[in-house]
């Protein structure tokens, strides 16, 4: 090969990593701004808990959805176009909700939903087919990516909304220019000559569905979905019941996504090197368990317990992104693991934020809605250690 060929190619490997990278940012930054601008919503609004808490749980419930459907349109279309389409999803989601539109809110929140359901199915594929040799590490990069803006966005959430000039509004905002910015740098993988997933191949592979290890991986990430959503969701909410200010828990949350990206990154590298997945899956559901006890305990110390839970989450996220390659023989096999998982995973999630608010309604606490956070922990540390087994479907 010559020269210039092989540096077209290094060329055209850098800016897919970077565009896959930059999807990743996208996947999380949109929903984590709203938890701690959520009492101004609730104020502005006048929304009830109920009605907060469905706002919380709607994007987690698309997701579940149209999971079912992602795989076949990536078949259909190409994955470079559906996950450019589901980018400029969420860059149209971002700004209409941040407007200033009867409904805007809702309907925002469901045309970005919509976008990341597709590219949180996508892209493990996508991943698995242009880096066989190399899935998990670019998996825990974007999986850092998506964590440390989910931090951010948590981080900014509220001195954004305290500018002079702005409000809730600007804070939600704001992240369309990390879409903006995403979608330019993908345009040329659109342009591409399509590379489509093989319905002939999809079926004839073992289906998720029917195998234990698909409903372990699956049942694995609903688990440590519904924690990080409910956190996440709620936590702004819940220490400013013990005198924690908003900017406070904006801050706390955005070291809770600091500590996931080190640990994505660390998790990452320790991947490559294990026979299997069990130590790292019952060491993330021990790290949950001990952070859900101690906000329950004592809510006082919820800095450190965020610490540990984002040890936890950052362990949870990367393992069970890279659990669609490693027990998938192809990336065919891969795409129906995600979408299944996905569909389980966010459908359990999305109870999460909403219960936790139908039971402070409820009960005018927070101790069941923690005691719900604790148990799904515990479940945690056995279904991860199940998925972890060296196994393939």
Partial sequence: MR??????????????AAGIILIGANLRAPITSLG????????????????????????????????LVAPRLGRRH??????????????AGTMLRSLWL?????????????????????????????????????IGLYAAAMAGMAGLSAGLA??????????????????????????LVWLPQMRASQHQLSPT???????????????????????????FYSIVDWF????????????????????????????????ASLIRRFRDQR????????????????????????????????MGAGIAMVTSLSLFALRTRDHHQAGALSGMAQFIGYAGAAAGPLLVGVLHDATGGWSASLSLLIVASALVIVFAALAGRNREI
Wanted: overall charge neutral; proline content about 6%; some cysteine.
């Fill in 3 to 16: 020269s210039s060929d092989i540096a077209a190619t290094r060329g055209s490997g850098f800016a897919l």
């Fill in 36 to 67: 701690p601008v959520l009492p101004d919503i609730r104020a502005s609004l006048r929304l009830s808990g109920a009605a907060a808490g469905l706002l919380n749980a709607l994007p987690l419930l698309l997701f579940a959805i149209l999971s």
């Fill in 78 to 91: 190409g994955l470079e176009r559906i996950l450019g389409a589901s980018i400029a999803a969420i860059l």
């Fill in 102 to 138: 009867p409904g805007g809110l809702w309907i925002g929140t469901v045309l970005l939903s919509a976008g990341i359901a597709f590219g949180n199915v996508l892209l493990p594929g996508l991943v698995k087919r242009d880096f066989p040799d190399n899935a998990t590490g670019m």
């Fill in 158 to 183: 509220v001195p954004i909304a305290r500018l002079p000039f702005a409000d809730w509004r600007w804070s939600l905002g704001a992240w369309g220019a990390l879409s903006l910015l995403t979608l």
């Fill in 201 to 227: 191949s999809a079926i004839s592979a073992m289906s998720p569905w029917r195998h234990p290890v698909g409903w372990q991986v699956s049942l694995f990430f609903a688990l440590h979905s519904l924690i």
């Fill in 236 to 267: 702004a909410s819940y220490v400013a019941d013990a005198g924690v200010s908003p900017g406070a828990a904006g801050m706390y949350l955005l070291v809770y996504q600091v500590v996931a990206v080190a640990t994505n990154l660390g998790s």
């Fill in 279 to 310: 130590l790292l899956g019952f060491s993330c559901g021990m790290c949950l368990l001990i952070a859900t006890v101690g906000l329950l305990v004592r809510p006082d110390l919820s800095l450190l317990w965020l610490i540990v839970g984002g």
